[in-house]
């Protein structure tokens, strides 16, 4: 390509066309002071949001700016702005919570949010509807906890996701667990912004000392889980630099026949390989991620890809080098291009392995081959293996709340503060509640039934594999409805299976607001993705081991004739499916072209 040179002011030749200019959010992360901005200042200023600087660095301090949509129009209506609300992100790696950081969590959604909590995809937790003027108060109250929302969200590596069944004496997801921890802890944020901002420039301190300073009234928890991940500042940015990492990064943890994070989405997914009952080493599988835009080819989702392999020893070093990669090649002109996924897209494996080798010092060994087997739900009761129990809860799209006679949020406080059992957050967006007696079974099955919470065995298996993002009322990206819309769209779905003598077929669904794939609908049996208002793009062709993406089978379909639009798929289905063949495995079997051909004719020309 000639690009046309200048001359720039200290005589150096600069190509002009080889430098694409770097996106707005670049400079501000530039100029930032190491994420202060101007936060401070507008969080002491009587205004319900801050400007859009300050909103670009919030999110790596955990927090996102959003408003009311259910109120738009109204408020539109009278004459009124938005109504400006806040969503705040524990980072929870490996989804680990005490039960007394649990009950906090609680409380705080009680005093500052719209007293729901939202088990997230990534084993998070998040607060909707937090105003700006309890921003402080909620955050200082989540670290008085000592959990983090730092670098929850942002240009840095994510939540660390990690298989979180609890098994005891099981060198291997113990050792997954506490290397899932040391990578929270190796890639946080060094900033010292956050601790000045939201904790009064405060070191962190022994929770006795926070006590009565925050409310609500938090209570001492046992040993910190994630805590510890929670760095004290120095504003120097070893791994990041001052631009940090060009866009968001996410890493998560796997064994080939526990894949429950869904290791393929992953930015970088560590896939464990074990020889004599304990890790022997990790393939890094680089490039995953799901994010695409209606009508941008150039935007795709794509899974993470084997890049080499790695001897366990080395999996934070190996981490590190890819990170460093992906902060010196990743797109800063265009974020919709940004993410690692396109280097890899564009560079080819070997060519990313040639390049990674630079940072690692040594060609690292070729990826080993091994296949994913496995997507255990971890649901229901389960022995850990030192006598005693866990028991896996479905939480319907991660939303813990009292809805009518369902009074999920306070069965789960009474079970907690009866039993005080350890809280383990699933990718799924489910919980579960471990190191339980035997003989506190029936008794949690008892409060459960009292407060109408339907336990996982008596729930439908498409449901139990399914999930939904939060979508309107709270993202600002949301195109069209799914939290609020799949539970209904299941109704529907399980209805016909029934009729079609399919309830006990496992197949996932998975749905999403805008095709920013927060649940990752592309590897599911069936995605249901957000077009336009309540018409949704429909995909089959994936499976619950998330290895497979689907293909698009149908565009603009109305929300109440998705369940109708399957029905001739499933139908074939049920008479054609092979032996231990899925949903999903069977249209992938036909393939695009002839499973849309299964639509009545007319129908096909949308695609
Ligand atoms: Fe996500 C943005 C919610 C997991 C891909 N995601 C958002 C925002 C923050 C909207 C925004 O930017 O304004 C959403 C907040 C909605 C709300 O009201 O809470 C949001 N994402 C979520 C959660 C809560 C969905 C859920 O139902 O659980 C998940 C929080 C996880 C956590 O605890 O950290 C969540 N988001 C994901 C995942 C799944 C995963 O990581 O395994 C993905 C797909 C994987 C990936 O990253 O590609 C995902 N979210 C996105 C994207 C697309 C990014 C891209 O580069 O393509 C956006 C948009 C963006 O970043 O610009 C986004
Ligand atoms: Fe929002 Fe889209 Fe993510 Fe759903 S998928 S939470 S609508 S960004």
Redesign the pocket.
């Known amino acids: 390509m000639s690009g046309e040179t200048r001359h720039g002011t200290n005589g150096t030749v600069e190509n002009a066309a080889k430098k694409p200019a770097r996106s707005a959010v670049e400079g501000i992360k530039e100029n930032s002071r190491a994420l202060r901005g101007t936060i401070a200042d507008e969080l002491d200023k009587d205004s319900d949001h801050f400007i859009e600087q300050n909103k670009q660095l919030l999110k790596f301090h955990g927090t996102?700016q959003?408003e009311d949509r259910d109120a738009r129009k109204a408020r539109r209506g009278e004459g009124l702005g938005k109504h400006y609300m806040f969503?705040v992100?524990c980072?929870i790696p490996g989804g680990r919570v005490t039960a007394e950081q649990y009950l906090a969590l609680n409380d705080l959604a009680d005093a500052y949010g719209n007293s729901t909590l939202?088990?997230?995809?990534?084993?998070?937790i998040?607060f909707?509807g937090i105003l700006k003027s309890h921003l402080k108060d909620t955050i200082a109250g989540i670290n008085a906890t000592l959990l983090t929302t730092l670098g929850?969200?942002g240009d840095v590596s994510?939540?660390v996701?990690c298989c979180p069944a609890p098994s005891r004496h099981d060198r291997v997801r113990d050792e997954m667990q506490t290397t899932a921890r040391r990578l929270a802890l190796h890639f946080a944020p060094r900033s010292a912004a956050y601790h000045e901002i939201w904790l009064n420039g405060q070191p962190l301190a022994p929770l006795s000392e926070h006590h009565g300073k925050t409310p609500p009234p938090l209570t001492q928890p046992s040993p910190p889980q994630g805590g510890e991940d929670r760095v004290r500042g120095t504003d120097e940015e070893p791994i990041y630099g001052k631009v940090y990492l060009p866009?968001?990064f996410?890493i998560?943890l796997a064994l080939p026949d526990d894949n429950c994070i869904?290791v393929y989405?992953?930015?970088l997914g560590l896939l464990a390989l074990v020889e004599n009952g304990a890790i022997a080493g990790y393939n890094l599988l680089v490039g995953?991620?799901?994010?695409?835009t209606h009508g941008n080819a150039n935007?795709f989702?794509m899974l993470a890809v084997p890049i080499c392999h790695v001897p366990a020893a080395d999996a934070i070093d190996a981490a590190e080098a890819v990170v460093k990669l992906f902060r010196d090649h990743g797109n800063r002109a265009d974020?919709?291009r940004?993410?690692i996924k396109y280097v890899v897209h564009e560079w080819g494996a070997e060519k990313f392995r040639d390049v990674l080798a630079g940072y690692l010092g040594i060609m690292p060994e070729p990826a080993r081959s091994v296949a994913v087997t496995g997507f255990p739900l971890h649901l229901g009761w389960h022995p850990q293996g030192d006598g005693k129990w866990y028991y896996g809860l479905s939480v319907e799209?991660?939303r813990v709340k009292d809805d009518g006679s369902v009074r999920l949020r306070s069965a789960l406080r009474t079970i907690v503060e009866r039993f005080r059992p350890e809280l383990r957050l699933t990718?799924m967006?489910d919980v579960l509640l471990c190191n339980l007696d035997s003989n506190s079974l029936p008794v949690l099955e008892k409060i459960l039934d009292e407060h109408g919470v339907v336990r996982p065995e008596s729930i439908g298996l498409p449901r139990l594999h399914s999930?939904?993002?939060?979508?309107i009322p709270?993202?600002?990206?949301a195109i069209s409805e799914a939290?609020r819309a799949l539970p209904g769209i299941l109704d529907e779905l399980e209805a016909l299976l029934h009729s079609l003598g399919l309830e006990r077929e496992t197949l996932g669904v998975r749905m999403t607001g805008c095709p920013?794939?927060?649940?990752?609908p592309y590897q599911s049996d069936i995605g249901i993705v957000g077009r336009s208002g309540d018409k949704y793009v429909l995909y089959v062709g994936g499976r619950i081991q998330g290895d497979r993406m689907n293909f698009q089978l149908k565009d603009l379909v109305p929300r109440d004739e998705i369940a109708t639009t399957l029905e001739p798929l499933l139908r074939r289905f049920r008479d054609e499916k092979r032996a231990g063949e899925s949903f999903g495995d069977y249209c992938h079997r036909l393939g695009a072209d002839r499973t849309r051909a299964l639509l009545p004719a007319h129908e096909t020309s949308t695609i």
């Open positions: 996102y959003q969503m992100r980072k939202r088990f997230t995809s990534r084993q998070g998040q909707h929850a969200c994510r939540n996701m866009r968001k996410k998560g869904d989405a992953q930015d995953g991620g799901m994010g695409m935007t989702p974020r919709k940004a993410r799209n991660g990718g967006q999930m939904a993002c939060p979508a709270t993202c600002g990206l939290e920013n794939g927060c649940v990752r």
